[in-house]
C-alpha cells in the first residue's frame, strides 16, 4: 500500500464504476477489506451510482433528430443560397417588385369582394399535409409538436376529424413529414395532400 | 468503436447528414441525461442537446480526432450547459459541507436512499454545477477521471476533489432528508 487512505478516498468514485486499472482496483480491494468506514462509503457510493443508472429520462429521441435534420436543412440550403445579387440588379429589381406591388394592389382594390384578409383554419384551400390526430393527445402535445415542426393549421377539423397543414415557408416539408410520421402517439395519420 | 465514431465525424465533416443522424442515435440519450442533470429543465435541456448536434454539425471539420468522439460531445455540452448558467446567474444552494454527522451516518443513509430515489434525484440537484457534472459522468456515463478532467478542462485532481466533496455533501443531504435515522 504505498499511498494514503486519502487518496485511496478519492479513488472511490473510480473503483465504484469501474474504470481503474488494475493495479489501482487492487491496492483499492487491499484497503477496503481492512477499513470498515472506506468500506461503508464505497457501499453508499455503489447505491447511488446504482440509482442513478437505473433514472429513465426520457430524451427527445425522434422529435430531437426530425428537428435536427430540419435545421441542418436549412443551414444548408442558405450555405447553398445564390449569391448576393450586384448593387445594379439590386436596383432593377427593387424597381420590379415596387411596380409589381403597385398593379396588384389596384387590382385587389378593383375586385375587393370584401372578405377578410386573412383565413381561418376551417377555410377550405390548398394545404401540403393532411392528418388525423390521436383521440387521446392533448392540444399541448399537438401543438409543441406543430411548433417544433415549423407547421401551422390551415384548415379542418373535417367530420371525420381530418385537418390540413402547411409548412412555414423555407421549412423542410419532408423533414415535417417525418416528424408527424414518427410522432405516433400523437398523430394517428399523415399524407401529403393531393393539391 | 472510437474508429466508428471518429470515422462518423469525418463523414458528417463531409455534410454527410445520414452520418449525424446516426451519431444522434447512438449519443442523443446519454448527453441529455448529462444536460437534464445539470438543468432540471427537460424542454430546455432538449434545446441544449439540440445545438450541441448543430455545433457538431458546424464544426465536425475542426475535430482533430486528439481525443475520443464522446468526450469531445460531452465537452461541447458541458460548455453550453455553463453558458445556460451564466446567463441564469444561477445561485446555487451550498458548496459548504455541513459538519454535523459523520462520514458513517451518511453511509447509513446512503443505504437507505435505495429506496429513496426522489431524495437521491433531490440532492443532486441541490449540487453546484460543478459538483453535479463530475458526478453525472462519473456514475450516469461511468467515465475515467482522465475523461472527465477533459471534458471539464482541469486537472484530474481537481475532478476527484469536486467528487470527494460532491459525495460528501450527497450523503449529508441523504442522511438529512431521510427521517434523520442517522443523523447524529
Redesign the interface.
Known sequence: MTRTREDI??????H????LSEAERAEVDAWLAEDA?LR??H???S?????????D?????EF??S???R???R??SALAAPPTPSRTWMWQLAAAVAVIAFLAQSLFVQRDTGEAGFTLAGATGSADMIVSFAPDATEEQIRLLLIGLDVEIVAGPSAIGLYHLDVLEGSDAEAALAGLSAATEIVESVEYAQN | MSETHHLLIQQIAG?D?QA??AL??EF??PV??FI??RLND?HEA?DI??EV??DI??VASSFEGRSQVRTWIFGIAYRKVIDVHRKRARVYVTDDIPETGD??D??????A??QE?EH??AC?GELSDDHRSA??L???E????AEIAEIAGVPEGTI??R??HA?KL??HCLSGRIGGRAVA
Open positions: 478516498a478519492l479513488d472511490l468514485p473510480f465504484v464504476n469501474g474504470t468506514l461503508a462509503e457501499d453508499a457510493l447505491v447511488i451510482r446504482a440509482e442513478m443508472q437505473a433514472e429520462a426520457r430524451s427527445p429521441g430531437g433528430l428537428r435536427l435534420m435545421d441542418v436543412g443551414e444548408g | 455534410g447528414k449525424l443522424a444522434y442515435r442523443e440519450r441529455y441525461r437534464v442533470s427537460p432538449a442537446l439540440h448536434f448543430m454539425w458546424r462520514v458513517q451518511a453511509a447509513d443513509a446512503g443505504y436512499a435505495k430515489a437521491l434525484k443532486v458526478i453525472s462519473a456514475f450516469y461511468d467515465m475515467t477521471c476527484k476533489s467528487l470527494h459525495k450527497l450523503l
